[in-house]
């Protein structure tokens, strides 16, 4: 009874309640927090990660824009019947350089972590064109008008510079250029060279060719070209994950 009444008289003084609930917040906040402090790092070291070209970078854009995330995850859980599904589960390291991650939590489609590679770009085109005519159960969207649209390359290069302050390693600088050559190689660093993004935007999309159509560059090339590289950065036959993985 003694406890009811206390509890009564915090619930009905507002001043205390605001107090007590942002000391729970804070004493909350410190727990989750604090120890972060004390790792010395939270990303483990994974060889392959790198950050999107320009072109995988628009396509990033696009992808966020139709709101492709509300239906399709990419966060592979360590389970077995998801690494059945879907393959091996995702490690941090590989969206250290999403902003924002795309995670996910709804699946009306399947999750798209590993999703690079499994189709052809053919494959990918006419799924987003008409998704019935590629999965009849489908209840995805059409997006006819990817193809028809030509991609907007012209802020490329403030979409990157905006990247680069939060940490993603795109380059501005010959100092900064010569260190991403020396952490991914000459002709990834070209790529993440932000005074060369239209002219490597427009090489991949004219070698790739994702939507089959030379006569120009599309949204659809961007979004294929983005699909397809998700899950290919790391090669995942040299760890093994099989003890990692859940049976229940």
Not at 85 to 90: E, K, L, V
Not at 108 to 128: C, F, I, M
């Amino acid at each position: 009874m003694n406890f009811n009444f206390k509890h009564e008289w915090i619930e009905t003084n507002i001043g205390l309640m605001a107090v007590l609930t942002m000391l729970a917040i804070s004493v909350g906040g410190l727990v989750e927090i604090a120890p972060l402090f004390f790792i010395d790092k939270t990303i483990e070291k994974v060889d392959g990660v790198r950050p999107y070209t320009p072109l995988e970078l628009r396509g990033r854009d696009i992808y966020q824009r139709e709101g492709c995330y509300l239906c399709h995850s990419q966060m592979i859980r360590p389970f077995r019947d998801e690494k059945l599904r879907y393959g091996h589960y995702s490690l941090a390291a590989e969206s250290q350089y999403d902003h924002p991650f795309q995670w996910g939590s709804k699946r009306t489609g399947p999750d798209l972590a590993r999703v690079g590679g499994k189709y052809s770009n053919e494959w990918h085109v006419q799924h987003l064109t008409a998704p019935r005519s590629m999965v009849p159960e489908s209840v995805m969207p059409n997006y006819p008008w990817l193809k028809a649209t030509p991609l907007d390359i012209s802020d490329i290069t403030d979409r990157m510079k905006a990247l680069r302050k939060v940490g993603v390693p795109y380059s501005l600088t010959d100092a900064e250029y010569k260190a991403n050559v020396a952490k991914f190689g000459e002709t990834v660093a070209k790529e993440l060279h932000i005074p060369n993004a239209q002219q490597s935007l427009i090489e991949q999309a004219n070698f790739g060719n994702y939507d089959g159509d030379r006569s120009g560059i599309s949204e659809m090339d961007a979004l294929v070209a983005y699909l397809q590289v998700l899950g290919t950065m790391v090669d995942f036959s040299k760890y093994k994950d099989d003890a990692f993985i859940n049976d229940r």
